[in-house]
């Protein structure tokens, strides 16, 4: 069964709340992000396995809890994506990191690959492909089926706002994909953009508007 995980700390509303608001300046913003994103990471790897390992504290020996497996890779949907990728990087700085960059032909709207770069082997490894904005899910479908390629262990989806739109198409094209989202959003607009939203988040957190 398909899952949409809304994560829905205080204090990741809060925060997307600042992040929604016109007037938030590009520092601002990114900065948010990038604390949202450690609070993602947070909630997502909460199934992460761990297996105990003898240790030796100053006072006795002792067999604790590490992360066991291979480490996690990191996949950023380019340009936006870097600002959940460098969020999550503080968390888990061993993680593995790969780019997709995709682009909407404007004459077929098909999302076209201009760059993929992923760890060679990521078949013992789970995935994270992040991006903010979940809007026709047109990128985030053909990503997903381009990581699939790579035959990964699991495949996650994390962004920060999700229109319904988007997640009716994502899962019906990857319904073994779960997606994590900070909040779901009312609709598209007519050019594709989340209403209310916070209107495009690479230009936001790039202040290339
Ligand atoms: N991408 C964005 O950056 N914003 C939207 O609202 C939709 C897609």
Not at 61 to 85: D, E, F, N, T, W
Not at 97 to 104: A, F, W
Not at 183 to 190: G, P, R, T, V
Request: glycine share 8%; hydrophobic share 40%; with cysteine.
């Amino acid at each position: 069964m398909p899952t949409v995980t809304l994560i829905d700390h205080p204090l990741i509303q809060h925060k997307l709340t600042l992040m929604r608001q016109k007037d938030t300046s590009t520092a601002k913003f990114r900065s948010l992000l990038g604390e949202i994103s450690m609070l993602l990471a947070y909630e997502v790897t909460r199934d992460m396995p761990l297996e105990k390992v003898e240790i030796e504290t100053p006072m006795a020996i002792m067999q604790a809890p590490m992360l066991s497996g291979k480490k996690v890779v990191l996949i950023s949907i380019m340009r936006a994506g870097q600002g959940i990728l460098d969020g999550m990087l503080q968390l888990m700085p061993s993680a593995r990191v790969g780019h997709i960059g995709l682009y909407r032909d404007p004459r077929t709207h098909i999302a076209v690959e201009y760059y993929f770069k992923v760890p060679g082997d990521v078949s013992e490894r789970d995935m994270l492909v992040v991006d903010p904005m979940l809007a026709t899910g047109n990128s985030a479908v053909a990503a997903v089926y381009r990581l699939k390629e790579t035959q990964p262990h699991s495949i996650k989806f994390v962004c920060l706002l999700a229109a319904p739109e988007g997640i009716e198409h994502f899962h019906s094209e990857h319904p073994d994909v779960p997606i994590f989202t900070a909040a779901i959003d009312d609709k598209l607009d007519e050019h594709g953009y989340i209403l209310p939203g916070l209107g495009d988040a690479g230009d936001r957190m790039f202040g290339t508007k």
